[in-house]
């Protein structure tokens, strides 16, 4: 989490030191994120998305899942 007005070259990493806002953060990204899910495209090749895993995170699955097609 960084405060890109000040440090746009994201050195300061500021999630630590405030971790409500980045719970917050968290909560906003991954309604969002499950909004985007239920309302886009089913891509060949993705594994199937499993929200009972424990301790699921989704932002890791997108960017694993964008990797594999970003290398092709």
Do not use: C
């Not at 971790?19 to 199937?48: D, S």
Request: net charge negative; aromatic share 10%.
């Amino acid at each position: 989490m960084y405060d890109l007005s000040a440090d746009a070259e994201q050195q300061l990493d500021l999630a630590e030191a405030n971790p409500e806002k980045l719970g917050e953060l968290k909560v906003e990204f991954n309604a969002l994120f499950e909004e985007a899910r239920e309302e886009g495209t089913v891509w060949e090749g993705l594994p199937e998305y499993e929200a009972d895993i424990a301790g699921h995170n989704k932002h890791e699955e997108y960017l694993r899942n964008q990797k594999q097609f970003l290398t092709k």
